[in-house]
């Protein structure tokens, strides 16, 4: 196997030629980039500036509306002079702001439905933070938008305004309370104007849509699908999780001459009784249907917590591998993969606290500590299972091959059955593995292990001994032969084969972390100067 370290890593593409939705690579010719350096040094200032000047001359229109306004009569739509003189000015505002950005030209096409007909407007792809442009075209629909943006100068004072709706990351009954105010907006007979979602829930490249969340579609009434386009001929658009950061975004944008935004406004679709009764259902299909309108396919992929998850064959895997996080925290605190025994018992979980787990891998630091802990699984008495840590540590080492790796999970993880059948790897055990190596979603992964049962157990008495668990042959089979599957586990895990207790990783070139052996504790690197 090929020693790779995480700079020259590179992402799976997924299946069936489908392009990767979170990566943007921005190749520039020697012309463009002269252009770009000339226009980048005397229109982008000028323009950002400007575009600055009138964000801030936004504020006294936002102002202006609900000053003096109680939260309980924000509970209703503003309406008489504020909303006439101040909706007006923000609209008139706001197309200058994005005129001064570039964006020269909105073409729109198709016809908005009215509040009554649609009550809720579904836009995709959401490819960048200048998105809110199909704002001015929709007339300024009400949002969903997250409670922290509220403390953002200027900003906050636009999300007030718009009277959005705010889901808050720290508040559990959050979520059902926004759930209840979209129905309750979207039932109100036209009252509220309409309410605007990005059913993807992040930004992409344009090249696939995400897997759309069930948020805009919970109230079960017809949603407009609004598409929108960028179709110029160099994307400088586009912010996707791998790809130019915000200020280059931003700087090379400005730094185009004319940027062109096309936003066509589809058919309002209405659901039928069964997409009214499950919003998921109702969600796919409406996104199947703005993909095919945009030509490129209709993907599982999302965000799940912070990490993009790509879709394998049936496997959805994180974008990168999570378990080089563990391994630059560990390489920060100065450890590098030698010898560490574990105490993980086969078959047996031992879980273990936040200070144990210092005292397990001789870490001092605090915040280095909480950094690697929190990378664990932990159950609802902030624990983890020290059989995570084995796994975790030997994945880094590089002292074993694929086969060897996976034969230690299923060990690990495996459970001991009646009337001695052997050892089956259970749905907790193959969702913790494949969490644990390739950051696979817990669901995700329970649900492929139940289909694979399935399918071995109609394959026939002598393939499939039991509905409830894997073999080491079977799952050998899964993670190592299967060509799409294999190629997943050896991408993710491609560590050279060095002999047992050999550094894999150097600071020079890649993340460490300790290793993981069979008895598994933790030996401590040498210190510079030993």
């Not at 609209?91 to 005129?99: E, Q, S």
């Not at 829930?201 to 849509?209: E, H, M």
């Not at 018992?345 to 210092?358: C, L, V, Y």
Request: glycine content about 8%; some cysteine.
């Amino acid at each position: 196997m090929s020693q790779r370290s995480p700079g020259d890593w590179a992402p799976l593409d997924l299946t069936a030629g489908t392009p990767n939705p979170f990566v943007h690579e921005l190749h520039l010719s020697r012309l463009q980039r002269v252009k770009f350096c000339l226009l980048g040094a005397l229109l982008a200032p000028i323009r950002v500036l400007l575009a600055f000047i009138v964000l801030f001359l936004l504020w006294p229109f936002a102002w202006l509306q609900v000053v003096g306004l109680t939260d309980e009569q924000l509970q209703e739509p503003v309406t008489g002079w504020r909303k006439s003189v101040c909706h007006s000015g923000v609209l008139g505002l706001g197309r200058l702001l994005f005129f001064l950005l570039g964006f020269l030209r909105i073409r729109v096409r198709g016809q908005r439905a009215s509040r009554l007909q649609a009550p809720v407007l579904v836009a995709a792809p959401h490819s960048t933070f200048f998105d809110p442009i199909v704002l001015l075209p929709c007339d300024l629909p009400k949002v969903v938008s997250r409670a922290e943006n509220l403390s953002v100068p200027v900003i906050g004072a636009l999300l007030r305004f718009n009277q959005a709706i705010f889901v808050s990351r720290h508040d559990p009954a959050s979520r059902r309370k926004v759930v209840e105010e979209v129905r309750r907006r979207a039932t109100s007979g036209g009252k509220w104007p309409q309410v605007l979602f990005f059913p993807e829930g992040t930004c992409s490249n344009k090249k696939a849509l995400l897997k759309f969340k069930p948020g805009a579609f919970i109230a079960g009434v017809p949603v407009q699908p609004v598409l929108i386009r960028y179709p110029n001929s160099l994307d400088t658009t586009s912010w996707a999780w791998r790809g130019p950061g915000v200020l280059k975004v931003l700087w090379l944008t400005a730094s185009q001459p004319c940027s062109i935004v096309d936003v066509e406004f589809l058919p309002v679709y209405h659901p039928s009784p069964e997409e009214s009764r499950d919003p998921t259902l109702y969600a796919n299909n409406v996104q199947r249907v703005m993909a095919q309108a945009l030509g490129i396919p209709a993907t599982e992929c999302e965000v799940v917590g912070n990490l993009p998850v790509i879709v394998m064959g049936r496997l959805k895997v994180a974008l990168e591998p999570r378990l080089w996080e563990l391994g630059k925290v560990l390489l920060k605190a100065g450890l590098s993969p030698s010898c560490v025994d574990a105490g993980a018992e086969p078959g047996q979980s031992r879980m273990i606290s936040q200070d144990e787990f210092a005292r397990q891998l001789q870490l001092s630091d605090p915040q280095t500590v909480a950094g690697a802990f929190s990378y664990f699984h932990q159950d609802t008495k902030g624990s983890v299972d020290f059989r995570d840590v084995a796994l975790a540590l030997a994945a880094l080492d590089g002292g074993r091959s694929l086969e060897e790796l996976t034969c230690l999970a299923f060990e690990l993880f495996a459970e001991e059955q009646a009337e001695g059948r052997g050892r089956l790897l259970h749905q907790d055990g193959f969702s913790s593995i494949l969490h644990l190596l390739l950051g696979s979603p817990r669901p995700a992964a329970a649900t492929l292990h139940a289909e694979l049962c399935r399918e071995l157990c109609q394959a026939g008495p002598g393939q499939g001994p039991s509905l409830q668990g894997l073999s080491l042959r079977q799952f050998q089979d899964f993670s190592l032969r299967d060509p799409l599957y294999g190629k997943v586990f050896s991408t993710y895990l491609c560590l050279p084969h060095a002999p047992r207790g050999t550094p894999q990783l150097s600071k020079a070139s890649s993340p460490g972390g300790p290793t993981a052996l069979a008895n598994g504790t933790v030996q401590a690197p040498k210190q510079k100067g030993d």
